[in-house]
C-alpha cells in the first residue's frame, strides 16, 4: 500500500515560503537534510507554495527522470531558456519560454548548433590561447571571471565568428534565481516582484552590446532564416541568441568549471595522472569524449557539483513513486515534484564515502555511471526536456576540454584554499578564488 509522503502545504495566503526560501538558497542541503531527517523519510512534502514533493533518494530520483510525460511533465510550466525574458515564478525576470514557442526556439538554436559545428574546435583553441597567454602575462585570475572570459569569447569566435571585448564579461551577472516553486503563492508573487532580482544597468549594457555583436555578425542573415523556417517571429531576435549564448552555453559550464578546477588544483596526484594519460597525445574531439580516465573525472565533478542543483515537473495524474526505504509514497495530480541534484547523487545507499571526490569509484564499479542522475547528460538526461547540448555532447565537451587543458598544461597556486560549500543553491564550489603564479607546466617544473 502507497503511503501519503509525511509534511504539509501552506496555504496560498501564507508568507512561509519567502521564510523557506531563504534557508533553501543558503542552506539547501542542511535545510532538506532536516527535514529528511524530521520526517524520517526520503520523500516529504515541503511547505512552499505549490503542493510540492522532495525526492531526495536514489531510487526515487530515478523515477523523476524515467517517468513517461503523461506522468511528470515539465512543458505545461515555463521553461528555463529558448524564449523572451519573462518571469520566474511571476516575480524574477529570467529567460523562459513555453509550448509551440518554446519548441520552436529550442530547435532554431540547436540549426545553429549544426551549422556552426566544425569552427567549434578551433574556436576552443583559439579562445584557451588567448585567455591563457593573458593569465600568464597577469600571473594569475580570478577562476570564476576568467573560465567566464574563456566562455564568451569561445561561444562568440565559435557561433558567430567574431571576436568580443572582454570589458563587458566584468558586469555580467547571473541574477539571483528564486525557484518558482517557492514564490508562487498569492501571497508571495507581490513580494518577490518588489524585492526580486534586477537587472544593474552595467548588465543591461553588456547584454546590449553581446546582442549587437550578434546582429553585427556575419551569420546573423543565416540564423534569421532558420527562425523563419521554424516560425519564430523576428523581434528581439538578437537578444534571443546573445542571450542563449550567454545563459546556456555559457552559464551552466561556468558554474561546473569553477568547482572543477578548483577541486583538481588540489588533488596534484589526480592531475599527475591525467598527465600521463595524455603524455604524447593531443586532445581530438575524439580522443577528449572517449578518454575513460578523464571521464571519471568528468562524473565525479558532475555528482559533486552537478547543474542545475534543482528542478521540478508537475504530476499530470495520481501515481506511486518507489523510494530506497522499500515504502512507495502517493503523489497527488498537480503536485509538484522536485529534485535535488546533489542529494539523489550522494545517497549512501548507491555511493560509499558519498561525499569524497573520488573518481575512482566509477573505475571500481562502472555501472554506478548509469545511476548518476543529471540534467544534461547520462542516464538522466534521456528525459525528453533539458539541455539543448545533451545530443551533440557540446557541453561536455566544452567542460572536458577547458579543465583538462588547463589542469595538464599549466600550474598555479590557489590564493586562498578553496572551500567547497554543498549548502549554496547557486555556487558549490568557491566563490571568489584567485590563481597566482599561473605557469607553464614545463617552467613550473624547471623552477622546483
Ligand atoms: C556544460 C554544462 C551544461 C549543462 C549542465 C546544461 C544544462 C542545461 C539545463 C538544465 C537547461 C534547462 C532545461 C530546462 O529548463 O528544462 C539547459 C538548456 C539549454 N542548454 Fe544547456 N547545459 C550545458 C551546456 C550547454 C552548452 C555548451 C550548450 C550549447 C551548445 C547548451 C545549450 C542549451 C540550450 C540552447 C538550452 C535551452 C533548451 C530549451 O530551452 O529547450 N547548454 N541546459
Not at 77 to 90: F, I, K, M, P, Q
Not at 121 to 127: K, R, V
Not at 289 to 314: C, D, Q, S, V
Request: aromatic residues 12%; hydrophobic residues 40%.
Amino acid at each position: 500500500m502507497p503511503v501519503d509522503p509525511p509534511g504539509e502545504y501552506c496555504s496560498q495566503l501564507s508568507l512561509d515560503p519567502l521564510k523557506q526560501l531563504n534557508a533553501f538558497m543558503y542552506k539547501m542541503e542542511d535545510y532538506l537534510g532536516g527535514l529528511q531527517a524530521k520526517y524520517r523519510a526520503p520523500v516529504f512534502r515541503c511547505h512552499p507554495g505549490r503542493r510540492t514533493v522532495m525526492l531526495t533518494d536514489n531510487l526515487s530520483g530515478r523515477f523523476y527522470f524515467t517517468a513517461s510525460t503523461d506522468l511528470l511533465d515539465r512543458e505545461a510550466a515555463s521553461r528555463v531558456g529558448c524564449g523572451e525574458v519573462g518571469l520566474t515564478g511571476d516575480a524574477v525576470p529570467l529567460l523562459v519560454s513555453r509550448g509551440e514557442r518554446h519548441k520552436a526556439g529550442r530547435a532554431v538554436m540547436m540549426d545553429i548548433f549544426a551549422d556552426r559545428r566544425a569552427s567549434m574546435w578551433p574556436s576552443l583553441d583559439a579562445a584557451f590561447e588567448s585567455a591563457t597567454s593573458r593569465w600568464l602575462s597577469q600571473g594569475g585570475f580570478n577562476i570564476k571571471l576568467g573560465v567566464r572570459e574563456f566562455l564568451m569569447d569561445a561561444v562568440f569566435r565559435w557561433l558567430l565568428d567574431t571576436e568580443i571585448s572582454m570589458f563587458d564579461v566584468n558586469s555580467l551577472h547571473e541574477l539571483c534565481y528564486f525557484p518558482g516553486v517557492w514564490t508562487d503563492t498569492l501571497a508571495t508573487k507581490p513580494v518577490t516582484r518588489l524585492l526580486g532580482g534586477k537587472f544593474s544597468d552595467a548588465n543591461n549594457q553588456a547584454r546590449a552590446n553581446y546582442a549587437k555583436a550578434v546582429r553585427e555578425s556575419a551569420m546573423f542573415e543565416r540564423f534569421q532564416d532558420f527562425a523563419r523556417d521554424r516560425g519564430l517571429p523576428l523581434d528581439d531576435f538578437d537578444q534571443f541568441v546573445s542571450s542563449n549564448m550567454i545563459g546556456n552555453v555559457v552559464g551552466a559550464p561556468r558554474l561546473i568549471l569553477v568547482p572543477a578546477i578548483a577541486r583538481l588544483g588540489i588533488e596534484p596526484e589526480l592531475v599527475d595522472r591525467l598527465v600521463q594519460v595524455r603524455q604524447g597525445k593531443a586532445w581530438t574531439p575524439r580522443t577528449l569524449l572517449e578518454e575513460p580516465y578523464l571521464h571519471t573525472l568528468f562524473l565525479e565533478t558532475n555528482r559533486l557539483y552537478p547543474r542545475p542543483r534543482f528542478m521540478y515537473k508537475i504530476a499530470q495524474q495520481d501515481f506511486e513513486v518507489p523510494a530506497g526505504d522499500g515504502r512507495s509514497y502517493q503523489i497527488y495530480e498537480g503536485d509538484a515534484v522536485c529534485v535535488c541534484f546533489p542529494q539523489i547523487n550522494r545517497d549512501p545507499n548507491v555511493y560509499a564515502r558519498p561525499d569524497d571526490f573520488w573518481p575512482g569509484r566509477y573505475e571500481q564499479n562502472p555501472e554506478l555511471e548509469e545511476k548518476l542522475y543529471l540534467y544534461s547528460w547520462g542516464a538522466g538526461a534521456k528525459h525528453p526536456y533539458g539541455c539543448a547540448s545533451r545530443e551533440g555532447r557540446q557541453g561536455e565537451a566544452l567542460v572536458k576540454y577547458f579543465f583538462s587543458r588547463l589542469t595538464t598544461e599549466f600550474q598555479w597556486e590557489f590564493a586562498q584554499r578553496p572551500v567547497f560549500d554543498k549548502n549554496l543553491y547557486l555556487e558549490v564550489g568557491p566563490v571568489n578564488l584567485s590563481a597566482t603564479h599561473f605557469r607553464r607546466r614545463d617552467a613550473a617544473e624547471a623552477v622546483q
